[in-house]
């Protein structure tokens, strides 16, 4: 029996999803592009899923696109549409998502983690832009998602040159969130997923939307966002549990249920700015 392409784990609300095609570092072909978008669409509308892990065996990421494994019979804007579909899905997910990245993240699989929230890699991770090289441009989002992190001269020296650099370099350019040594990345990532799926899933939804849209949007755009972001995380238990929890000196039970009409729900006359600045 054949392994699947893309392995897949669920646990406390953390699905992982494992590239796992080792024996080509993971380089992605049409199989993995469609596991992936199809899986992505199932936590999209997917409840109980409150954060995803993007990961690869073998101890690589993934060495981008499989150009091995072109499909001359289609037309390359068709053979796109799988790999533009898992772009547009990860950044658009209502989840936070973590790239887990040791190894080669290259290419297409660097754009691949840069489409997370959060990008864990450990000293000896290496990536490239490498399109150039290979008589392309960059794709899966990354003439977009470049300049926005790196800043556009340091986007265009990574997508013009297609250099290799290594996992500090890549920090110090607002690529990779955290450097973490080998032996103990599993274990950051656990307790890094582990916390967002604790938090209040309406209102990280509701957070990682207006920032991700705030930088295309004026200040008066921004703030109307923010206004009806904030008016669904007060219609959530969330808010009220907060509260009771801050006055009871606990940690909050955050479950992002609908609050309306319900006895649970608190007039925001009962929380005081004084108070809420203090939690």
Known sequence: MTASVLL????????TLTLNRPHRKNAINRELWEALRSELAVVREDSRTRVVVVTGTGGQFSSGADLSAVETDLHPLQRLRPLTDVALLLHELPVPTIAKVTGVAVGAGWNLALGCDFVVATPESTFSQIFA???LSPDCGGSWLLPKLAGLQQAKRLALLGDFIDAEEAKSLNLVTWVVPGPEIDAFVDQLGE??????????????ALLNEGADRTLRE???NEGRAQSANLATTDAPEAYAAF??????RFTGRWALGSDQRRSDS??????????
């Open 222 to 224: 921004a703030l109307a």
């Open 247 to 252: 006055l009871e000196k606990r940690e909050p």
């Open 195 to 208: 916390r967002l799926a604790a938090g209040p899933p309406v209102a990280l939804a509701q957070t990682k």
């Open 270 to 279: 009962s929380m005081s700015s004084v108070e809420v600045a203090d939690a």
């Open 133 to 135: 090289r290979r008589g």
């Open 8 to 15: 897949t784990e669920e646990r406390a609300g953390v699905r």
